[in-house]
């Protein structure tokens, strides 16, 4: 039983392919969008279409742009000797809103899953060898996201890098700011404890 | 501080108008989108701009179309003499999807509210009188939500449907099957003890 008009199902059945949306909630939004006024749901449309269209990875950093290379790579300001490698660049995002880095990054566009079947020729990793070969980087930290397909990803790239001439590092692990040590989960104590750092 | 390229921004920006969609659920949708097949983004662009483009509210009763009058108007089978008047299209939707009504919907696409400057003449009420003038149509079933916005616009209708030869009914209040007697709230279970039945 379909109780929709056709294009309205097909939107429905468009928007619930997002993830994390369901049936219910594609409803709501194609309802809404068909409420909206006409300029709301074309601006969307055209920004979909748009962002899809010209937007693509940076030839440099596999960074989301639409232009090559990416506003990062070409930033002079950031430091030239100090690259960040993410999975994702989402996390690069989550990177620069943290402020607390102004190097360069290196998108590997996912980690190691054999459950998955990704293994490294899937992931940006050649790019990533050139741009250490010509010697400005001088340390690599391996920002992979602290899970089992993260972990995998840092310690292949540990092993492929350790023996070119760099500094490698990755990030601390340890307690979230804000949490409770009572809700901690043991492997995250653990590893606060291994990392503790002196008073001064 | 802009972490995206433009034209990833203004998607951001697109679906974080959606409601129930915030700044993080917009950004992963964003990525969603630029990650997956180009077909995939293009065909949701496309799906936004039919649906916008094609689909109306129904000359006849208001409920969402690209045909006019919409499928359920134009369906005979279904029995012409009864009427169920709601707030909004997903109310018909959800009527549809219960399977308990085989007769005709008239939507008011909305509902009496001073706190939102909503009066009758907003309403598409106009439409409902002229319907009725058929005299075709023998009983007319209030199904606005249970709140003070449906009530109020029940009882307004009411007054004005009150003369003419036609049963008036609305949906029964009570328990929401499955629900616990314990954690129903007071007025729905003076409802149920008023509305009580014969058991036969």
Same mark, same amino acid.
């Given at each position: 039983m379909n109780v929709y008009a056709k294009p309205v199902a097909r939107l429905i059945d468009h928007l619930a392919r997002l993830p994390g949306i369901g049936p219910k909630t594609a409803q709501r939004l194609a309802f809404h969008i068909l409420n909206a006024p006409a300029e709301v749901a074309l601006g969307l449309a055209r920004a979909v279409e748009e962002a899809r269209n010209t937007?693509?990875?940076?030839?440099?950093?596999?960074?989301?742009?639409?232009?090559?290379?990416?506003?990062?790579?070409?930033?002079?300001?950031r430091r030239q000797?100090?690259?960040?490698?993410?999975?994702?660049?989402?996390?690069?995002?989550?990177?620069?809103?943290?402020?607390?880095?102004? %190097?360069?990054?290196?998108?590997?566009?996912g980690a190691i899953s054999p459950m998955e079947g990704i293994g490294p020729e899937q992931l940006?990793?050649?790019?990533?060898?050139?741009?250490?070969?010509?010697?400005?980087i001088k340390e690599v930290i391996l920002a992979m996201n602290p899970n089992v397909e993260g972990d995998a990803t840092a310690l292949y790239l540990a092993g492929l890098l350790r023996n070119l001439d760099l500094r490698l590092t990755r990030l601390?692990? %340890?307690l979230p700011v804000g949490a409770d040590l009572e809700y901690a989960d043991e492997v995250t104590l653990s590893k606060a404890m291994e990392g503790r750092q002196e008073i001064k």
């Open positions: 937007v693509r990875t940076c030839s440099i950093c596999g960074y989301l742009t639409d232009q090559d290379p990416c506003f990062i790579c070409r930033d002079d300001r000797d100090l690259l960040c490698v993410v999975e994702r660049p989402r996390d690069v995002v989550a990177m620069e809103k943290a402020r607390s880095f102004r %190097g360069l990054y290196h998108v590997l566009q940006n990793i050649r790019k990533l060898l050139q741009r250490l070969e010509g010697g400005t601390a692990h %340890g």
